[in-house]
């Protein structure tokens, strides 16, 4: 086996050495009956040529050079080629959490750096060094905010991800942690400021929101910060389309910012490792969950970085950490922390604009089809929008195909109320004329006679 | 004694060497650098802020200014400050620092699995749900049980997932039960889990062997015992002989028994949990199945069950679609002219199945197929009215499941076998050669890590922790720092398959070469290392007052 640096001799001389008559002997503290005496039922040992074959036929098999415009949760954006360049380093990729902070200083102060840039984006003061992804990071958000206020209700937004709300209630079942639902206004998609009023109570920990939301509406942050503080409550702001914060307006007030990183550079890769992280002032910092990487000296004064603070956590507090989290998404983080590094202050507000663009002119000539228009044309958005046409989805759906085109997602499967409707997404990746022939295509309705 | 910057003295197989120093990238930025350049803009330009009104932001983010050149070095100068895999033996216990495959890396990035969006339609994403599904059948079969999910991402989200299969299974029976008993030699993950799926935790004590005490267990179990949370082998790389009388004890109270499969390493190929009483389990494909640790993750952390189990499955569970059209043009291994967009099957060949009744194999000779002829598309199955919900969005870590099952193909049934007697050859010969100078607390044998203690050591003021920063100075990352708990002092040496003779020859006079320095020049081993850019950095200043982020000094 091409992995294994042993000889057969190798082998026979460490079992001498040993003492063991033979490798089996070593597994005799298995009871028989449970040993497994057949080969594994896998395929066969494959070369390396094959292992390729295999996956490009799945490759292959998936259909590629389809333009898309669907967004959602999971955004393609153009990532330099110095990221896999970068973490490929097997110094990078083949090393452990850096809890040896002495031959880890490559990792920490590169966590260090991620921290920094998405305080900086964010405008929280600290960031942790990430969670799995934006889902998970949500509903961490919410227990973390019940940490603090010592409340256990939660009011979350019906306009948050729809996925991200089902992993909240999943995590909150168990814990006691009741969870209020507030609906949208049907003309803007923002959510329900009369009804969120209503809902927060002097119980309320946290009113969770995404920004933009998932209709790729801008909710009124400052609005729903005065509504969670005027009752003691936090406010948790979930971002799933990170390279919104170049161009758009960080939540400030918010308490808690819990953030899907994908977009900077992290490949769509089916919906993961993607890798979400969570930001909040710096008086909450003893309440995060996950690693925290800090800056202290050595014995000779040098700088130098640890993971600190990490009484929060299970290897120290078992039952009574703040999460159970322990491996995170850390090689993925670099790869944001690349990409912020490659667009710098001026390149993600750059792209920022591209993307508002694109996603301007896409809602622009989509709605101008006949049959079509734009929901929610009261706010601001981002890159994303709701289009709602006469004819039903699934029959362009198929035209689009045709073109090699995936149009957006339908709606109906997580709001039945919006028939007929999808959300679209256009980042810079997308061409004018790929935007030109979706709208061709939509406008081809077959004709009723 | 310690080693002079000015000379070139070798320690063990380590001589000094320069590295660069490198500020932060903030520090390093200069207004108008870039290291970009977007195509021009196809589409006609907005008004940023006219369009977005008050929520424009009027003030960007401080993120730094730097030419390509300076990206690459700065992170190739911060990687030459990190020890890996890639330098040298990583004998981190209950990690599995083991080689992480470059072939895994290169199929991950093909292009038509990197750059498929999860919502894309079933009927494009045919090829990633086939790697799915064979992944699935892969594990099924190397854990010995009935069903899985791949969703979640790591081995204590896994561990959330098994716990809330539990619950939720004891729920269907009337009673979601109050506790998990869990040992007091189990990963910190494990009551932290507990905690967060609402139960509480009830500390099961170790017996004389490091094992689990059968009569204490007895006692414990109740009719409010949801479950035990075991790692096996143990933390002390120790195979549980009495697991069948566990499990039993468990099920005679309606109990479950799950397994933390952390040290899967041990038995890939040799034994099987669910041959041996296990209800649930995860896996740790960072750390079992090669799926490289990435400084910190992504991991992948799939929970394995029982049939029982299955209907609780996390949302949305992988199914094929029973009622579809059979792929007909699956017959032979040409290419067909299938439309992939329609749900037909291009290039499908047979696959290579093992009769175990005949013990022979057939099919090896042809290359591997996406799936068996005659099977149905895979399609996402969301409605499970008994689910448990969703624990993460989307499918899960999907780019770790494509090297994993990468692994898994490079090494077939007898290579995984072999890798799983490497690692435990590795372990034993480890704890033959140092056990006459370190203390070995527990003699029973040993598995795929050997766990020592710093009694003898300590009796000379050195501690475990001061050991395994001097092993830094021979070359080698130090292994697990005192855990498991129940050995005072813990050594914890995992050496993983992926150790030559010569590196496992090396590792063994570091540590003997290290004992003797502790009798010799103990001071040595307190202050190290000294070979390293930083000496010992100052944690109690780090977490009493936290820098977390860089700011600008003011001028």
Known sequence: MRYLPKSPDERRQMLADIGAASIDSLFEVIPVEYRLDRDLDIPRQQAESEIIDYFRAAADKNATGYASFLGAGAYRHYRPVIIDSLVQRGEFLTSYTPYQAEITQGTLQAIFEFQTMIAELTGMDVANASMYDGSTGAAEAIMMATRITGRHKSVVAATVHPEYREVMATYAKHQGLPSALVGYNRATGHIDLAALEAAVTDETAAILVQSPNFFGVIEDIPAIAAIAHAKGALLIVSIAEAVSLGVVRPPTEADIVSMEAQSFGVALSYGGPFCGVIATKEKYVRQIPGRLVGQTVDGNGNRGFVLTIATREQHIRREKATSNICTNQALVALMATIFLSVYGKEGIRELAEHNLAKADYTAKTLSAAPGAKRLFTGAPGFNEFVLQTDEAPAAWSKRLLDEKIVGGIELSRWYPELKNATLWCATEIITRKQIDTAAKVLAAAPVET | ?555
């Open chain 2, 1 to 555: 004694m310690t080693t002079d910057a000015t000379t070139r003295v070798t320690t063990g197989k380590v001589r000094p060497h320069p590295t660069q120093n490198e500020a932060l990238l903030f520090e390093k930025s200069s207004p108008g650098k870039c290291a970009y350049k977007l195509p021009p803009l196809d589409v006609p330009a907005v008004d940023a802020k006219s369009l977005l009104g008050e929520a424009h932001r009027a003030q960007s983010a401080q993120l730094p200014e730097l030419s390509e050149i300076e990206i690459i070095r700065h992170f190739t100068r911060l990687s030459t400050w990190n020890y890996a895999i890639d330098l040298g033996m990583y004998p981190l216990g209950s990690c599995t620092m083991k080689y992480n495959p470059r072939v895994n890396e290169f199929v991950s990035r093909i292009e038509g699995l990197a750059e498929a969006h999860p919502y894309r339609p079933d009927s494009l994403a045919q090829g990633i749900l086939e790697v799915i599904d064979l992944l699935q059948r892969c594990l099924i079969e190397i854990t010995g049980m009935d069903a899985i999910t791949l969703q979640p991402a790591a081995g204590a989200h896994g561990e959330f997932t098994g716990i809330q299969l539990v619950r939720a299974w004891h729920e269907s029976q009337g009673n979601a039960r109050k506790k998990i008993l869990i040992p007091d030699s189990a990963h910190g993950t494990n009551p932290a889990t507990a905690a967060v799926c609402g139960y509480t935790v009830e500390n099961l004590k170790s017996n004389a062997e490091g094992g689990i005490d059968l009569e204490a267990l007895t006692r414990q179990v109740d009719e409010e015992t949801a479950a035990l949370m075991l790692t096996n082998p143990s933390t002390i790389g120790v195979f549980e002989s009495q697991i069948a009388k566990i499990a039993d004890i468990l099920h005679a109270k309606g109990a479950l028994l799950y397994m933390d499969g952390a040290n899967m390493n041990a038995l890939v190929g040799k034994a099987r949990p669910g041959d041996f009483g296990v209800d649930v389990m995860h896996l740790n494909l960072h750390k079992t199945f090669s799926t490289p640790h990435g400084g910190g993750g992504p991991g992948s952390g799939p929970v394995a069950c029982k049939a029982f189990l299955e209907p609780f499955l996390p949302i949305p569970v992988l199914v094929r679609n029973a009622d579809a059209p059979k792929c007909a043009d699956a017959q032979t291994w040409e290419s067909q002219d299938a439309d992939a967009a329609a749900g037909g099957c291009p290039p499908l060949f047979r696959a290579p199945f093992f009769d175990s009744a005949t013990g022979e194999r057939a099919g090896d000779d042809d290359p591997l197929p996406l799936h068996t002829p005659g099977d149905a598309p895979l399609h996402w199955e969301y409605n499970r009215p008994q689910s448990i919900g969703r624990v993460r969005a989307f499918y899960g870590n999907t780019g770790m499941f494509i090297r994993a099952l990468a692994y898994i193909l490079a090494n077939g049934p007898d290579g995984l076998r072999q890798t799983t007697e490497d690692a435990v050859l590795n372990a034993n010969y480890i704890r033959h050669k140092l056990q006459d100078i370190y203390e070995l607390p527990y003699k029973t044998g040993s598995m795929h890590e050997v766990v020592f203690s710093d009694k003898r050591q300590a009796a000379l003021g050195v501690k475990t922790g001061d050991i395994a920063k001097r092993l830094i100075d021979y070359g080698f990352h130090p292994y697990t720092v005192s855990f498991p708990m129940i050995v005072h002092g813990a050594l914890m040496i995992e050496p993983t398959e992926s150790e030559p003779l010569e590196e496992l020859d090396l590792f063994i006079a570091a540590m003997r070469s290290i004992a003797k320095e502790v009798e010799e020049t103990p001071e040595l081993v307190r202050t190290a290392p000294h070979s390293t850019r930083v000496s010992r950095l100052d944690e109690v200043q780090a977490a009493r007052k936290p820098i977390l982020r860089w700011r600008p000094t003011k001028e």
